[in-house]
């Protein structure tokens, strides 16, 4: 265990030091959007199970509209700033200029800002919203891009990266046609391009990297285990559950969950470090562990729906997947990189540890939901949950984020 480092007097805070690197602007838009997004969503579930309280209907659809900010706007803030610092270490160039990465985070930023403005009756603001979005998306992808090119030898982890982001521009521009008036399964793609396209490869090209490599920095005798042949394997079945999806061939997809369930199975338990860990290295894994759960749900979803023709657990198996894994995966990353990179030591804090375990409790909420009675007010309940959840360590991070290093350091 790391001993703490020296105590600095303190400063106060200051909006100049989110452009001090590029976690510090993107976490801390990301963290914004994340409750301002999930406040939105959990109002208008809530006028949809009591119409009492009136709320506007916005035009797209809201469910599509959830899906779009949460997929698009919400997590890429994060993804972004993690790929904006990490890229130029995994290639071995020099870090980003500021000039290079705060459009990024404008673009995000103004995006969803607007396309809230939008869902609550600004009639512009959707369109207004989705062409800032699309200039955030080109200013990442052209930042990220040439360092690809540059580099000596081939970074495997930022190529795949790099295609997950490019998927999730195509699912941009698809939400775009959409928008502009094309056919509504140009929606429907942007959203499965969002979760099997975008955010799932880089959730795991991530953890294939940098999970195996933070356990043998703190486990005894740990054998880091991440062969090539893994993240090959992945892509080509992560991209046929896409087709599969698109084709609306739910009753086919268990002949590649399946697979994906042994996969991600076998990354769990190879990865997973025996023996006492910290927590800050634990809640990696717990979060993972629930990657094979959604595919058992996918898999089983579908062999049922082949048989029956019953569309078991409706969203279920998704929301294992968006609020279980990638939800799990985010608090315990962005507290990693957060602690580490403003010279605090690698621990799990209080908020951290709520943010976490109450995220448990409400993925399994929402996936419970969709079997249960009245399960829109389930809904409901599961989304407060995870309003309640996170603003504690929101509150947290962003201060730290609009505050100096404490070790002195700069960054």
């Known amino acids: 265990m790391e001993s703490p480092p020296p105590s600095v007097p303190p400063t106060r805070v200051s909006p100049r030091l989110l452009g001090a690197a590029p976690h510090r602007l993107m976490f801390f838009i990301g963290a914004g959007n994340l ?7 959990t109002a208008w579930l809530a006028a949809s199970r009591w119409p009492a309280l009136s709320m506007p209907q916005p035009e797209p659809y809201a469910g599509w509209l959830h899906a779009f900010v949460m997929q698009y706007q919400v997590l ?22 500021r000039w290079r990465y705060a459009p990024v985070g404008l673009g995000l930023m103004g995006g969803q800002l607007a396309t809230l403005l939008g869902a609550v009756g600004w009639e512009a603001g959707i369109v207004v919203g989705l062409l800032m979005t699309i200039a955030g998306w080109a200013a990442g992808l052209a930042t990220l891009a040439p360092l690809l090119w540059r580099e000596q030898g081939v970074t495997w982890h930022a190529r795949s990266c790099f295609a997950a982001l490019a998927l999730g521009m195509a699912g941009v521009l698809a939400w775009t046609a ?26 795991v090209t991530v953890a294939h ?61 190879r990865w997973w470090p ?40 409706g969203r279920g198996p998704a929301h294992a997947l968006f609020i279980g894994f990638f939800g799990s995966v985010l608090v315990a990353m962005v507290t990693r990189v957060t602690q580490g990179h403003s010279g605090r030591p690698l621990t799990m804090y209080a908020a951290a540890w709520f943010a976490f375990f109450a995220i448990q ?45 404490i070790d002195g350091r700069p960054g």
């Open 35 to 41: 409750l301002l997004a999930m406040a939105w969503w």
């Open 76 to 97: 890429p803030s994060f993804i972004f700033g993690f790929l904006l610092t990490t890229f130029p270490k995994w290639t071995g160039q020099p870090d980003f200029e």
């Open 178 to 203: 959409f928008v502009l008036g094309a056919s509504p399964l140009w929606a429907f793609a942007s959203i499965k391009l969002g979760t099997f396209g975008l955010l799932l490869p880089v959730y």
């Open 209 to 269: 990297r940098m999970f195996p490599f933070f356990a043998s920095r703190v486990a005894r005798d740990y054998q880091p285990w991440r062969p090539m042949w893994l993240l090959a394997l992945f892509w080509p079945l992560a991209l046929a559950h896409l087709a599969l999806e698109l084709a609306h061939a739910y009753g086919w997809l268990w002949l590649v969950d399946l697979p994906l369930l042994a996969l991600s199975a076998a990354m769990l338990l």
């Open 274 to 313: 025996r023996g006492d860990k910290p927590g800050i290295l634990a809640v990696l894994f717990i979060g993972l562990a629930w990657l094979p759960i959604t595919f058992a749900l996918y898999a089983g979803q579908s062999v049922a729906y082949a048989l029956t023709g019953v569309y078991w657990l």
């Open 361 to 405: 409790l409400v993925a399994v909420l929402r996936v419970v939901a969709e079997v249960a009675p009245d399960p829109m007010a389930w809904q409901v309940a599961a989304a407060v949950g995870w309003l309640l959840a996170f603003a504690p360590w929101v509150a947290r991070i962003g201060r730290i984020y609009l505050s100096p290093r």
